[in-house]
């Protein structure tokens, strides 16, 4: 009887346990971390003059918490070029004010989405805030509010539920930038993978106890530069179009950002692989550029590639499209649960001093930072100064002598380095401040399967596969089961530029040019995060390495403020300067023109500058169908400088989707304005009533 009993109670128990195995608790929450919609310069393509003018769409940031009742950890998806450690360390310190230890350095992963389309002055390096102007605070202080408020909403609707994980091929979106130089990896290396970029879409999906949907992630590996370098409009691109088109079909008639259910569009090893599928091409003959160094002839005009769309937008909406299609497959048809405890390492790197051993027989060290030549020529994604080419390895004097009057590098920095021709010795660099980072953070997230490779660079193709693959082996030698799923997150926690492999770099494209700690980086990084993956599993405590450097009481801006505005003789802030039409079909344009204030005066933050609304016979009320974080909505805001006032206007345009129900419309603008004596005034003005009809 007792025997039975025993067997019975072990059936009991193990069955208990294993239905645990599968439930975490999950919380998701998304906040808006737009920035300064005018004037400032975006960041991604080192263009001064791509300063912010409107919105196509909003900029979010979408955090997701596990926690299996014992361990805790929060993967935090943005829409920003890069994530900044000072961000960081403001967004735990906040965090700790209101949970106190719950959530840390170690336990929390931020990743960006890349956009090139975002207001820059964030970063905390000085060679990351020269092409903003310096530091910006209106968007460090977005970044910091909303992705604390996306973390608190998530740890608010924290709820018991199963994660679910799938993988697919997804195709006729990516292709490799730098083909010569993944050409230069070992032939049996590249004869296991059949293409220069990865396909594959690893994604997991989150459900409540009755199989709702609560939210998702997904990583998959290409550049968030569908939006070219002439855009001034605040856009989360590609992957932003995709969450939000992901985050509508599941939430139904809710407006973007407010919805309960979150998907997050995430990097991975991009560093090689752009959305610009078509070219690349000489801009004035139409001919293939130059294989080695993707150049034209000036006759021939620039080398660029280009989207599968007519323009920019289109080519933004084709890829976003694209990557949300497989997402949502993936999504309906993931079977596969995420079993298992919650895991996380957390390590600071001095990257500038690191030896590694190579092959098991001859020790090297990586280098301070340093830029090589190819950096200032660019990308076929957005070319630099054409006085460089890719695949520079031996310098010119002309080079040599302006880099000079910065900074000389020392003979033992251009030794580690070889063979790249330094252009910025960056690593000897201190004035103001540091030019770049060289204490890093290094991290693993755990739950179940699930492998988080969070990295804080652009890892190229190659270089991704390498220490995905090597995470994979040291996890899969201690669970002995070889069922690990390693994924990417790149441009996590903090920002150094590229990773390209040893054999990669030695080609100097723009890649190998912006590696910052020479030839034996990925090396570098491969070691230590085998050394993580081993620690984590065997649950050892590992120090927390090298203070993370902060240095915001060292920025400052070099960039004239606007101090007041003002409106038109006659007219007021909110006025209509051009309204709409009375009529309109489904697939025109709207345009509405207000007198308006400054975006900087207020960010609008979790809140909108536009409104289209509809007319509900019903209800007798106005009702929104749309804001500026739609994508059918594009709001310009335009201005003529008076002194160090401005003179501004809002243009306003609505694309009516081919959807739209017939009906009467109009476009609110909302502003704020600031005057001489600097006091702030709230103001709102409206169109002309207007019909849309369908045809």
Known sequence: MCGWCFTFLLFFVTSI??????????????????????????????????????????????????????????????????????????????????????????NVCISSSHTHSGPGGYLQYFLYAIPTGGFIRETFDAQVSGIFKSIVKAHENMQPGHIFWNQ???????VNRSPSAYLRNPPEERERYPYDVDKTMSLIKFVDLQDKPIGMINWFAVHATSMNNTNRLISGDNKGYASLRFEQVINGKVLPGKGPFVAAFAQANEGDSSPNIIGPRCSLSGKVCDFETSSCSKKEGICISTGPGKDMF???KIIGERQYEKALELFLTAMNKLTGPIQYVHQNIDMSNVEVTVNDTYNVKTCEPALGYSFAAGTTDSIGDS???QGARSSNIYANAIRDLLKRPSESLKICHKPKPILLATGEMAFPYKWHPTILPTQIL???????????????????????????????????????????????NAYSSYVTTYEEYQVQRYEGASTLYGPYTLDAYIQQYKMLANNMMLRNDLSEGPETPNLLNKQFSFKRRMLFNI??????????????????????????????????????????FLTVEKWNNDTSKWEVVATDANWETKFYWKNSNIWLGNLGRAEILWDIPEDTEAGKYRIRHFGTSRNVLQRINSFEGSSSPFLVIND
């Open 17 to 106: 346990s294993c239905i645990e195995d599968d439930v975490y608790n999950i919380g998701v929450g998304i906040s808006d971390i737009t920035g300064p919609a005018s004037g400032v310069a975006m960041m991604g393509y080192v263009k001064i003059s791509q300063v912010t003018s409107g919105i196509h769409f909003r900029l979010y940031s979408r955090a997701f918490i596990i926690d299996d009742n014992s361990t805790r950890i929060v993967f935090v998806a943005i829409d920003s070029c890069m994530v900044s450690q000072s961000v960081k360390t403001e967004v735990i310190k906040k965090l700790q004010e209101v949970y106190g230890d719950i959530y840390t350095e170690s």
């Open 168 to 174: 697919g091929e997804l195709y006729n979106i990516s």
């Open 314 to 316: 289109e080519s933004t």
């Open 387 to 389: 006085n460089f080419r």
């Open 446 to 492: 755990k739950v179940g399967q699930l492998a988080i490779v969070a990295v804080p660079a652009e890892f190229t193709t190659m270089a991704g596969r390498r220490l995905r693959e090597a995470v994979k082996e040291v996890i899969d030698e201690t669970e002995d089961d070889n069922k690990t799923i390693a994924v990417i997150a790149g441009l996590s």
């Open 567 to 608: 409106a038109p003789f006659g007219k007021k802030f909110g006025d209509v300067l051009e309204d709409a039409k009375e009529n309109y079909t489904v697939g025109s344009t709207v345009k509405v023109t207000f007198v308006s204030g400054h975006p900087i005066n207020n960010m609008k933050l979790d809140d909108t």
